[in-house]
């Protein structure tokens, strides 16, 4: 939004015509020299129309809009935006997300459990305002893709451009929860939360889930976890991204609730099953509805100003109708 | 008395071609008023002629002069504006170029400035950072987080092969620094700008200028000696020019103090023993000046008067060659 | 023009068309202008030498002695000066040339005539007839009217030619000599000028200046009309402009010159940037040898 800072300025814009007026009509004006080129009761000399005259027009034309522009400038324009400011800490969240191969089961919409999730998590993330949010990706391994921020463009734009078997085939649940642990150690916020989206068993890494779980519970860190798949055979087809190997194949074995219960236990919070992509939507909102601080916020105006263009461009103006004058038709007064 | 931007200052070298026209008009002018007006009151009509034009053209002259002040944003006195922020958010723009591998600060410059980052983000557990590296091209390896691990995962990995456009843009390292503060956030922005200066491409100053417009001040830290080194080749061959001589890369500290200046900040040098306090000082300082008072001192610039006094002189200069003088023209 | 200026002005004009009336002008004025006929005199006693055929004979036999009839030719010449006083004539920098040329050429004719005692009358005109003065025999009286016509302050700006010819032929009852000074930058005359030239004898003198003829090469200037105070732009740098400035003043002579010869009207062109006076000569001394 533009505003001007002096607007009454503006009124200067009302001598415009007078002073129009008594550089091109003003009978009485001068810098002007007498010189008998009429005929009495005819109509004397008419010049033809030159391009240096029409040239001295259009200058004239760019010296009152160059002057106008001034005024503008004079008068302040500044570009005002307003920004919602929180004056409040939110809460640290991170999202430890399963890259394993059996997230590409084809259980879920549109494609699969992994991209079901993707879509879920970002709807939540965008529903979020002021929490920092972090992300972690495990299969094999486990690694933190973006430590918990409020730049949530950047925090999409990565979870977009995660993909399956990533991190290796493998499920270390313990893995992810510690890593997201670690990156929330040293966090002031009043409340810490990992959520954990998993479809498997853990049969990787060298930390044992509820070990990890603990040791985020202990630091108060509470741990959401949410099982996704059906349990019954599904098919998967998924490609390496290092190989670009296509694999199709089916699984069977479903995921192990009883370890995800005693995680959430251990993390103090909650185990949710998500069997289709509504059910998974659910345990996102139930969790977004449960997981509030208060916020409190205030609208920053900030005002910068933008007489520089304006300046520039009348000024450019003027000297553009010098050039014509002076140089062009070397007006003499 | 300092200006927003010192470099449009250039633009008054403008005015001798502006003189030089108007000189040439004069002499021009009182041969064709000689033509024209034929032998009659002669001494007169040139004597008013000299007049006339000497006092349009110093009304004219001062107008130019008095709007390119203005464009230049002269600004003296400060003011203080309503500052409610607390906390503070820290963008470390990091050259990364190859003449950060040279060694006239040990380890290298570019060893050297990720030590400091690193002991800088330690002295400061409560800010929040962010990285940006450049060269040709700039990239957030980093979004502002509070997560320190994070920050130093990620500085583990500063290399100059993250980047593979060549050459160093401080412009659009500085603008990406700039982007990276995300919205809604209510802590004092800072950014510390990590370079041995050579601006290969881009305007730094025109970056500086939009940090100095949101408020942000930006601390540059100087990496390199003047004396500078010679830098290494990926097989550890000294870089030599096309004559065989060795390239000297020279830490160049003019433009990055001129940044600093401009957005009311300081700069460092890398080989600076204090270095890591004067910089978290510094960065405190802002903080903290802001904060003692609920204000934020800014300056005052001064363009209206400028422009107001440049439309003065050219209405006068309008006035001049249009009010008719001793019934002559 | 304050009035010691003006003064000496007269005088300095004066002076020297006296001179070169007497020297030079009279008779080439009188050889021009002709009486309409010959006039009877007056009888006195015959004496050797006169031409007999001129005797009188019913008054030589009534006085005894031959006496014989002389003749004069007709003294009572009428000459009406019309003067172009308007702005493009009287005012501005350039024109100050064709104002002196003018006062020098009614100064010049009119004493000429007094010289050869003709009776001279003047008519100034502007966009009105500013003055008009009975034609009137004498020196002291031509003085005067060179007086009032160096000083005159016109009060119109335009130049209706038309409007002084007309008054000029209902006041001028017998055949008469007609000048008329002016620089012609007007229209609408020649139905007027038409009839004077049937009844009398017209000459019509057209003051030039140079820049009459050509536009200098200069830069852009604004230029106001001091009769219908228009103003133009005059891009005195391009050469179109100059041409379409020559091409229309050409034009104006041309047709000028062929709208009197039709009328059987003499023409005479006076530079302003020579000697008036010279023109003049040359001018009778032509006409005279015709």
């Not at chain 2, 609920?294 to 060659?321: H, K, T």
């Amino acid at each position: 939004m533009w505003v001007l800072d002096r607007p009454a300025m503006l009124l200067l814009l009302f001598l415009l015509p007078p002073a129009v007026y008594v550089r091109h009509f003003w009978k009485g004006r001068g810098g002007k020299l007498v010189f008998p080129f009429g005929s009495w009761g005819g109509d004397g000399f008419r010049p033809p129309p030159t391009i240096v005259t029409l040239l001295v027009g259009l200058g004239a034309v760019a010296f009152w809009v160059g002057v106008s522009f001034l005024i503008v400038a004079l008068a302040g324009p500044q570009r005002v935006t307003r920004e919602q400011v929180y004056i409040t800490r939110g809460m640290d969240i991170v999202i430890a997300l399963d890259q394993s191969p059996t997230m590409a089961a084809r259980d879920f919409q549109p494609a699969n459990r992994f991209e079901a999730a993707k879509e879920v998590i970002s709807d939540f993330v965008v529903s979020r305002e002021n929490d920092p949010i972090g992300l972690v990706g495990f299969g094999k391994e486990a690694s933190l893709r973006v430590p918990p921020t409020l730049d949530y463009p950047h925090l999409l734009n990565v979870l977009d451009s995660m993909r399956i078997l990533e991190l290796g085939d493998g499920t270390a649940i313990g893995m992810g929860l510690a890593v997201a642990a670690l990156h929330l150690s040293q966090s002031t916020a009043p409340r810490r939360v990992i959520i954990l989206i998993t479809d498997g068993v853990n049969n990787a890494g060298e930390i044992l889930p509820e070990t990890a779980a603990q040791a985020a519970g202990s630091m108060g860190i509470q741990v959401y976890v949410i099982g996704i798949g059906s349990g019954a055979p599904v098919e998967i087809e998924v490609t390496d991204p290092d190989t670009g190997q296509t694999l199709r194949g089916t699984v069977e074995d479903g995921f192990d609730e009883e370890l995800l219960r005693g995680v959430a236990a251990a993390g103090d919070g909650a185990y949710f099953y998500a069997g289709t992509n509504g059910a998974l939507g659910a345990v996102f909102e139930a969790i977004d509805t449960v997981e509030r601080v208060e916020q409190r916020s205030l609208l920053r105006v900030q005002q910068l100003p933008r007489f520089q263009l304006f300046l520039l461009i009348g000024l450019c103006c003027i000297l553009l109708d010098f050039v014509i004058r002076r140089i062009l038709a070397q007006e003499v007064l | 008395m300092t200006f927003g931007s010192p470099g449009i200052l250039w633009a008054l070298a403008g005015l001798l071609p502006v003189i030089l026209v108007q000189l040439r008009a004069y002499f021009k002018g009182r041969r064709d008023l000689a033509v024209l007006g034929r032998q009659w009151n002669r001494d007169a009509v040139q004597t008013l002629f000299l007049v006339k034009w000497f006092f349009s053209v110093l009304t004219f002259d001062l107008f130019v002069a008095l709007s390119i002040f203005a464009l230049s944003d002269v600004t003296w006195g400060e003011r203080p504006v309503v500052e409610d922020r607390d906390n503070l958010d820290v963008v470390v723009a990091l050259d990364i170029s190859r003449s950060m591998l040279a060694d006239d600060v040990e380890p290298s410059r570019l060893s050297r400035s990720l030590a400091v980052i690193r002991s800088v983000s330690r002295e400061l557990p409560a800010a929040r950072f962010a990285l940006v590296a450049f060269k040709g091209e700039a990239v957030m390896l980093l979004p502002l987080t509070e997560d320190l691990n994070a920050l130093e995962a990620v500085l583990d990995g500063v290399s100059p092969q993250l980047i593979s456009t060549p050459g160093t843009d401080l412009e659009r390292g500085l603008a990406r620094a700039i982007d990276t503060f995300p919205a809604g956030t209510n802590a004092h922005h800072a950014i510390l700008l990590i370079s041995d200066g050579e601006s290969l491409s881009g305007s730094p100053a025109r970056a500086a200028i939009t940090a100095r417009s949101l408020g942000i001040p930006v601390l540059t830290i100087v990496a390199g000696t003047l004396d500078g080194a010679t830098l290494s080749a990926d097989d550890g061959s000294i870089i030599t020019d096309d004559e065989g001589r060795p390239v000297i890369s020279h830490a160049m500290p003019a433009v990055l103090e001129g940044i600093a200046e401009s957005t009311l900040s300081v700069s460092v040098r890398l080989n600076d023993l204090e270095i890591v306090g004067v910089v978290v000082d510094n960065l405190l300082g802002h903080v903290e000046r802001r904060e003692a008072s609920g204000f934020r001192l800014v300056p005052v610039s001064r363009y209206p008067l400028f422009i107001g006094a440049a439309l003065i002189a050219l209405a006068l200069s309008l006035a001049i060659r249009i009010i008719r003088w001793q019934d002559m023209f | 023009m304050d009035r010691a200026r003006l003064l000496s002005s007269v005088k300095r004009i004066q002076l020297v068309a006296t001179r070169l009336v007497e020297n030079l002008l009279a008779g080439d004025y009188r050889s021009v202008f002709r009486g309409p006929g010959i006039e009877f005199d007056e009888v006195r006693e015959y004496v050797e030498g006169d031409d007999a055929r001129q005797i009188d004979w019913n008054v030589s036999s009534r006085m005894d002695s031959p006496y014989t009839k002389t003749f004069r030719e007709e003294r009572e010449l009428t000459l009406v000066l019309i003067v172009d006083v308007s702005a493009s004539v009287m005012y501005g920098p350039p024109q100050r040339a064709r104002r002196e040329v003018v006062a020098e050429l009614f100064a010049l004719l009119s004493l000429a005539a007094a010289v050869n005692n003709d009776r001279v009358g003047a008519v100034l005109f502007s966009d009105r007839i500013e003055s008009w003065v009975a034609p009137k025999k004498g020196k002291r009286h031509v003085l005067r009217l060179i007086a009032d016509t160096v000083a005159v302050e016109p009060k119109g700006r335009g130049s209706d030619l038309a409007l002084a010819l007309r008054t000029t032929g209902e006041a001028l009852k017998r055949r008469g000599i007609v000048i008329v000074i002016s620089d012609f930058k007007t229209e609408g005359y020649l139905p007027d000028l038409t009839l004077m030239g049937r009844r009398h004898d017209v000459i019509a003198i057209r003051i030039v200046d140079p820049l009459d003829r050509e536009y200098p090469s200069t830069g852009l200037v604004r230029l106001e009309d001091p009769e219908s105070r228009r103003t133009i732009l005059a891009p005195g740098a391009v050469a179109g402009f100059r041409n379409a400035y020559r091409d229309y003043r050409e034009e104006q002579r041309r047709s000028w010159e062929a709208d009197c010869r039709r009328r059987h009207i003499g023409t005479l062109e006076v530079h302003t940037d020579a000697d008036p006076a010279a023109q003049l000569i040359r001018y009778f001394e032509k006409r005279k040898s015709r």
